[in-house]
T-cell receptor
Framework: GDSVTQMEGPVTLSEEAFLTINCTYT??????LFWYVQYPGEGLQLLLK?????DKGSNKGFEATYRKETTSFHLEKGSVQVSDSAVYFC???????????FGSGTKLNVKP | DTGVSQDPRHKITKRGQNVTFRCDPI?????LYWYRQTLGQGPEFLTY????????KSRLLSDRFSAERPKGSFSTLEIQRTEQGDSAMYLC???????????????FGPGTRLTVL
């Protein structure tokens, strides 16, 4: 069945460091891919998305490219800030969006 | 637009009791999802409604769980004969209709934290 695997955390970085959080998926057909973020004390919110192969989603300096050949959707940011400290979830949904599959989450700690 | 709301925010119950949670989606969002999230894990899909029709239900969902969305607006999730393993955060999310550009985005509520003693 469909599933998402993302790198385990926590990931601890210094401010202005480069961030990569790996995400790979297993799915039939052509799913849409998402990154959600959960800041401390807040609910889940969409960070970025990509709906077809080679699409690049971007928001708030974060980027991820839908790579069908490697079944990956890695999250990157060139220079992290303390305010980026949060838990990041990779997710996929099949074409009809009748369900979503989430990874287990990666906690990011950014130190000043 | 007040966002997705869930009630109650916290629920403590004894094993064997029944509990019911309510979700109010963003107005005019015709799609609604329920998830369960345990500590250190991502949300696990439970069920999906499009308007009042329940179109998807996880095979992992026990028969003790039932959900309704009688008028295509708010939804309820009931757990009968609760067990300690049911302790988790229960999340609700809604999405707009496919005719809108944000159709594939989910908007999450704050969740209901269930503790079964």
């Amino acid at each position: 069945g469909d599933s998402v695997t993302q790198m385990e955390g926590p990931v601890t970085l210094s401010e202005e460091a480069f961030l990569t959080i790996n995400c790979t998926y297993t799915a039939t057909g052509y799913p849409s891919l998402f990154w959600y973020v959960q800041y401390p004390g807040e609910g889940l919110q969409l960070l970025l998305k990509a709906t077809k192969a080679d699409d690049k989603g971007s928001n708030k300096g974060f980027e991820a490219t839908y790579r069908k050949e490697t079944t990956s959707f890695h999250l990157e940011k060139g220079s992290v800030q303390v305010s980026d400290s949060a838990v990041y979830f990779c997710a996929l949904s099949p074409y009809n969006f009748n369900k979503f599959y989430f990874g287990s989450g990666t906690k990011l700690n950014v130190k000043p | 637009d007040t966002g997705v709301s869930q009630d109650p925010r916290h629920k403590i119950t004894k094993r064997g009791q029944n509990v019911t949670f309510r979700c109010d989606p963003i107005s005019e969002h015709n799609r609604l999802y329920w998830y369960r999230q345990t500590l250190g894990q991502g949300p696990e899909f439970l069920t999906y409604f499009q308007n009042e029709a329940q179109l998807e239900k996880s095979r992992l969902l026990s028969d003790r769980f039932s959900a309704e969305r009688p008028k295509g607006s708010f939804s309820t999730l009931e757990i009968q004969r609760t067990e300690q393993g049911d302790s988790a955060m229960y999340l609700c999310a809604s999405s707009p209709s496919p005719s809108l550009s944000s159709y594939n985005e989910q908007f999450f509520g704050p969740g209901t934290r269930l503790t079964v003693l």
